[in-house]
Antibody, heavy 121, light 110 residues
Framework: QVKLQESGPGLVNPSGTLSLTCSISGGAVSSSNWWSWVRQSPRKGLEWIGEIYHNGETYYNPSLKSRVTISADKSKNQFSLILTSVTAADTAVYYC??????????????WGQGTMVIVSS | EILLTQSPGTLSLSPGERATLSCRASQSVSNNYLAWYQQKPGQPPRLLIYGASYRATGIPDRFSGSGSGTDFTLSISRLEPEDFAVYYCQHYVSSSPMYTFGQGSKLEIK
């Protein structure tokens, strides 16, 4: 059974860099799935941030693209999120999730428990 | 970007009743790339339905999804106490790709 666990600082300074890691157990980051980051805040609800495929291919939400980098480390079986130049608007619960293919269809079928990140000095 | 509007914002029902939640897209959803999730306080979203009508693994058959084009529905035939939660629809655009979520519908105990 695949499980995901987010980790990283819970407090980030304004204008600083948010860095989170998602560790995968029971499965491999190198498998044929997309590995995604989604955040949730009272202001914007659920918002997809971006994703990475096992071959390193990445896609990002256009509204965040200039500030986001998602990478994967096969040796550690984890993938990571970097969000630069953060503001209070980036305060949210950050989830990592697996986007799985069901034939020609897709959905986020496995989610981490989420980690709260507050942007504040 | 396709916007998803869910209604009602809050639905108050009793256990045993039937719930019907709506998700309306601002443009036609191609290939029924529409999913539904359930979220309880302090928990991540849980996949219920993908492809508009396919139940995810382990989801009870009292949950069903329907619709096409711009109008989609999540129905819960007989509410159990554990079904009271917030429900989100989500759309996927393959060409970008891009994923958007609705603002959620809260199902509360009457």
């Amino acid at each position: 059974q695949v499980k995901l666990q987010e980790s990283g600082p819970g407090l980030v300074n304004p204008s600083g860099t948010l860095s989170l890691t998602c560790s995968i157990s029971g499965g491999a980051v190198s498998s044929s799935n997309w590995w995604s980051w989604v955040r949730q805040s009272p202001r914007k609800g659920l918002e997809w941030i971006g994703e990475i495929y096992h071959n390193g291919e990445t896609y990002y939400n256009p509204s965040l693209k200039s500030r986001v980098t998602i990478s994967a480390d096969k040796s550690k079986n984890q993938f990571s999120l970097i969000l630069t130049s953060v503001t209070a608007a980036d305060t949210a619960v950050y989830y990592c999730a697996r986007r799985r293919r069901f034939g020609d269809l897709f959905a986020f079928d496995i989610w981490g428990q989420g980690t709260m990140v507050i942007v504040s000095s | 970007e396709i916007l998803l509007t869910q209604s009602p914002g809050t639905l108050s029902l009793s256990p045993g009743e039937r719930a019907t939640l709506s998700c309306r897209a601002s443009q036609s959803v191609s290939n029924n790339y529409l999913a539904w999730y359930q979220q309880k306080p302090g928990q991540p979203p849980r996949l219920l339905i993908y492809g508009a009508s396919y139940r995810a693994t382990g989801i009870p058959d009292r949950f069903s999804g329907s619709g096409s084009g711009t109008d989609f529905t999540l129905s819960i035939s007989r509410l159990e106490p554990e079904d009271f939660a917030v429900y989100y629809c989500q759309h996927y655009v393959s060409s970008s790709p891009m994923y958007t979520f609705g603002q959620g519908s809260k199902l509360e105990i009457k």
